[in-house]
């Protein structure tokens, strides 16, 4: 573990909506306003480096020098279907990201992931991407994504996740080393079937209550 490369995001907040997420008694409605939430929080988190210009601006009393963003425009993709609980929370800090979709099941027999759809922003190497999916485990699925990101150009990623199995971090770190990933928490291991112990299930039935 401790030769992963992973930023855990341990806010109190974020800790605690997680528990929530992860109780089994915890329904559709919740898990779904819960991940929007955390997706929130941690974007705050992760944003906080962000580089800031000077502007003149004038308010109703005095002209004055006052700060905005600078830096590359942004981009978020979350990775189908799972990742998509994590776009409004995201949206609602940051209005005008422009948003590309990468669909990836993971064969259940097999556990390595199937490729099934892309539409991206035709600006992806100009822009700071964040990736987004609620759960990294074997890493398969991320790590294809995020190859299919730079065959498309893009230079500069991010992924983030809720839970993280030190497996799919390392398999980040190892496919990946320019990407950083942050995460809520990084789990004890995988169990047979290539699920995060304790983890909180198949993230995307609990979301969209297809269980
Ligand atoms: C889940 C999850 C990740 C992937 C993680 O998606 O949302 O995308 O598994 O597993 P991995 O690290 O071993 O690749 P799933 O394949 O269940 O698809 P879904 O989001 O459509 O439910
Ligand atoms: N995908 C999930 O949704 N949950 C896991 O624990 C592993 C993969």
Redesign the pocket.
């Known amino acids: 573990m401790s030769d992963l490369k992973v930023n855990i995001i341990d806010h109190p907040l974020v800790q605690h909506k997680l528990t929530l997420m992860r109780m089994q008694e915890t329904g559709t409605k919740d898990f779904r306003e819960l991940l929007e939430e955390i997706s929130m929080l941690m974007a705050y988190e992760i944003t906080r480096d962000l580089p800031l210009v000077d502007m003149e601006i004038k308010t109703p009393v005095s002209k004055c020098t006052s700060k905005t963003l600078g830096g590359k425009k942004m981009g978020l993709i979350p990775?189908?279907?799972?990742?998509l609980g994590m776009v409004n929370g995201i949206v609602r800090l940051i209005p005008t990201i422009k948003i590309g979709h990468v669909g990836?099941?993971?064969d259940p027999e097999t556990?390595k992931?199937v490729e099934y759809y892309c539409k991206l922003p035709t600006d992806v190497s100009e822009r700071t991407l964040i990736v987004v999916?609620?759960?990294?485990?074997?890493?398969?699925?991320?790590s294809a994504a995020l190859s299919l990101l730079k065959e498309k150009g893009a230079k500069n990623i991010i992924f983030l996740c809720l839970v993280a199995a030190p497996d799919?971090v390392k398999v980040i770190n190892e496919d990946h080393p320019d990407i950083k990933v942050y995460t809520a928490s990084v789990d004890e291991k995988l169990n047979d079937h290539?699920y995060i112990v304790p983890g909180l299930g198949?993230?995307?039935?609990r979301l969209f209550g297809t269980l």
Do not use: E, N, Q, V
């Open positions: 990775i189908l279907r799972a990742g990836l099941y993971r556990l992931p999916d609620p759960m990294l485990a074997t890493g398969g699925s991320a799919g290539g198949d993230a995307g039935d």
